[in-house]
Each structure stands twice: as C-alpha cells, then as structure tokens.
C-alpha cells in the first residue's frame, strides 16, 4: 500500500516563527514586528542586517537584499532545512518524523568597529556654516520666522544653543538636512522641518555610533538635577526655567549616554517624556540609567500641553509655574 502524505495544514496556526529561528541559533528581536538581520541562509555570508522580516496579517514576511531570498517565514524555515515548503509543511504536520537536523550556519564574522563618518573638525565647519546661516542667510528667513512662532525670540539664546539652518555640503548624511532647522548634538545632527514636509525630524550620526542626547555636553550635575525629556525644544524650555535637561531625541535612551552622565557624577534623573509616551517606552529609559548606576524618577510633566517645548511662547513667570507643576513625581 502507498503511503498517503496528510494535507497541507494551516502552517501559520501552529508555528511560532520567532522560536523557531532561535532554535537554529538565529537571533532575532522578540518584542518587535518589524526588523532586519543577517541573512541565516547557510550560501549567503551576509556582512550586514540585508534580511528584513516582517510580521503582516499574523504572517511573517521575509526578503533578503542580499541574496535576493524572498518568501514567508516557512519559506524560509523550509531552506534552512533543506527541503521544499511543501515538504516542510507537510512533515510538520503529520507529526509522525521529526524534523531534519538544521544546516549548521556559518560562522559569522565580528560586526564592524564604528567608523567616523568625518573629523570632529568638518563637522564643527558644517554647523558653525549652518549656525551663521540662520543668523544672517538670505534663505533662512522662514526658519527664524518659525523660531519666533515657537517663542525664540532671543538671538542670545539662538546663539547659545549654536542652532542653525542647514546649508549644503559634502559631508555624508547631510545633504538631506539643507533648508531645516539644525540642532547641534553630540557626534551628529537633529534637523527638524519648518514646513509639513516629511519626516519631521532627521538624525545623523557621523562621530558616534549611537544617536546621543541634545545637551548632554552642557550638563553638570554641580548645577542642580536632571531631567530627561524628548525633544530639543523640550530640553530648551526647561534650561530657559533653569532647570537642567537633556533630549534623547525620540523614545529610548543611549547607554553609552547613560554612563557618560554617570562618569560625570549624576546620580539620579527625572523621567518626563512627551505625555503620550507609552509606559513601556519610560520603563526602558529608566532600566537604561539603573544600569548605568543611575536612580530614575518618574515625573507628571507638562500639563494641559503636549510637550515641554509649547511652554516656550510662555511669560518667565508662566514658564516657572508649569515646571513648577510638571516636575512632581508620579
């Protein structure tokens, strides 16, 4: 008698994809829905993260743009294994042979050390060119108009902070930076539009390998606390109250930040992203400066605003008030 194979099953319902990666020693984030790693296919020596996943519909969708692999996740499993996806499936689902021994992947080469991408002193040139565009460039006009709309209105200040407006150059990943407003970070740039365009924001890197705080040089822990907020303009209303603080320029905080501030002697940190930050977003940056030797404090934060940087168009005294209301802890 002829052994009949059971039919294909709904793959999907039974298979965790995630732990079925790991099991062939491929690492991969659990928490995320979306990400990019190097390709596990055993013919591919893939140098950098080319494979992108992607979970869509309860379906993992895998593509590699370096071998041009492209499938779902069974695909993938399937020549990981060594055999079609129908095979893959099929033996899946009978339940009746395990599965074949994966092929042993080949070892992978150490990640990269981090390059610079320029000298400290070209990048220092592009923002000092980008800092006297603003001030005095004929094409900057609406950059100050919209500094003035978000209540900075002092050139002292303006100079203080050493903004800019971004201005054309050679430098690698800068070119997209021209005709937004510039903000000077450690190792790298912020640049946020002064119109609808998109993204509202662009970052770059170029002396440091991680996106570093917006102030994070300009803070000392002889002058009085620290808060920890989102954006620059929310870091600025709060230096303007006097009150020290540092952007991490999005959600989640660099640790190589977190052990700088606590080289430099802080202790202890006041949480106050943008009210809309998830909990598991302020969890993550206070598990990132407890690590760093760093106690975290939860704050309430602006009320009645959606973030410290609206309080800028603010009287001293309104100012004063709302950081006076804000920075209670939760």
């Given at each position: 008698?002829?052994?009949?194979?059971?039919?294909?099953?709904?793959?999907?319902?039974?298979?965790?994809?995630?732990?079925?990666?790991?099991?062939?020693?491929?690492?991969?984030?659990?928490?995320?829905?979306?990400?990019?790693?190097?390709?596990?296919?055993?013919?591919?020596?893939?140098?950098?993260?080319?494979?992108?996943?992607?979970?869509?519909?309860?379906?993992?969708?895998?593509?590699?743009?370096?071998?041009?692999?492209?499938?779902?996740?069974?695909?993938l499993l399937?020549?990981?294994?060594?055999?079609?996806?129908?095979?893959?499936?099929?033996?899946r689902?009978?339940?009746?042979?395990?599965l074949?021994?994966?092929?042993?992947?080949?070892?992978?080469?150490?990640?990269?050390?981090?390059?610079p991408?320029?000298?400290?002193?070209?990048?220092?040139?592009?923002?000092?060119a980008?800092?006297?565009?603003?001030?005095?460039?004929?094409?900057?006009a609406?950059?100050?108009?919209?500094?003035?709309?978000?209540?900075?209105t002092?050139?002292?200040?303006?100079?203080?902070?050493?903004?800019?407006?971004?201005?054309?150059?050679?430098?690698?990943?800068?070119?997209?930076?021209?005709?937004?407003?510039?903000f000077p970070c450690?190792?790298?740039?912020?640049?946020?539009?002064?119109?609808?365009?998109?993204?509202?924001?662009?970052?770059?890197?170029?002396?440091?390998?991680?996106?570093?705080?917006?102030?994070?040089d300009?803070v000392?822990?002889?002058?009085?606390?620290?808060?920890?907020?989102?954006?620059?303009?929310?870091?600025?209303?709060?230096?303007?109250?006097?009150?020290q603080?540092?952007?991490?320029?999005?959600?989640?905080?660099?640790?190589?930040?977190?052990?700088r501030?606590?080289?430099?002697?802080?202790?202890?940190g006041?949480?106050?992203?943008?009210?809309?930050a998830?909990?598991?977003?302020?969890?993550?940056?206070?598990?990132?400066?407890?690590?760093?030797?760093?106690?975290?404090?939860?704050?309430?934060?602006?009320?009645?605003?959606?973030?410290?940087?609206?309080?800028?168009?603010?009287?001293?005294?309104?100012?004063?008030?709302?950081?006076?209301?804000?920075?209670?802890?939760?």
């Amino acid at each position: 008698m002829t052994a009949t194979l059971p039919p294909l099953a709904p793959a999907w319902e039974r298979v965790d994809f995630l732990a079925e990666l790991e099991r062939r020693e491929v690492r991969v984030p659990w928490n995320r829905a979306r990400f990019s790693v190097r390709c596990p296919l055993p013919d591919h020596e893939d140098r950098t993260p080319s494979c992108s996943m992607s979970l869509v519909n309860g379906k993992w969708l895998v593509k590699c743009f370096g071998c041009d692999f492209s499938g779902d996740g069974i695909d993938l499993l399937a020549a990981l294994d060594g055999m079609t996806s129908a095979e893959w499936c099929r033996i899946r689902a009978s339940r009746e042979a395990p599965l074949p021994v994966p092929v042993p992947a080949r070892p992978r080469p150490p990640e990269p050390a981090f390059r610079p991408l320029c000298t400290p002193e070209e990048l220092a040139g592009y923002l000092d060119a980008c800092h006297q565009a603003l001030l005095s460039g004929n094409d900057s006009a609406a950059a100050r108009r919209y500094l003035r709309d978000r209540g900075l209105t002092d050139g002292a200040e303006i100079r203080a902070w050493r903004l800019g407006f971004g201005v054309s150059t050679k430098l690698p990943k800068l070119w997209c930076m021209q005709g937004r407003l510039v903000f000077p970070c450690p190792g790298g740039v912020e640049a946020r539009a002064i119109d609808d365009a998109q993204p509202k924001y662009l970052a770059a890197n170029l002396l440091t390998e991680r996106k570093l705080p917006f102030a994070l040089d300009q803070v000392d822990p002889e002058r009085g606390p620290l808060a920890i907020v989102e954006g620059a303009f929310d870091a600025i209303a709060l230096h303007r109250a006097e009150v020290q603080a540092i952007a991490v320029r999005g959600k989640p905080l660099a640790s190589e930040a977190a052990a700088r501030l606590r080289e430099r002697g802080f202790t202890s940190g006041y949480i106050s992203l943008d009210p809309d930050a998830e909990r598991q977003a302020v969890l993550e940056v206070g598990r990132t400066l407890v690590r760093a030797g760093i106690a975290p404090y939860w704050v309430r934060g602006p009320q009645g605003v959606k973030d410290w940087g609206e309080v800028l168009t603010r009287s001293d005294e309104e100012l004063l008030g709302a950081v006076a209301e804000g920075l209670v802890l939760r």
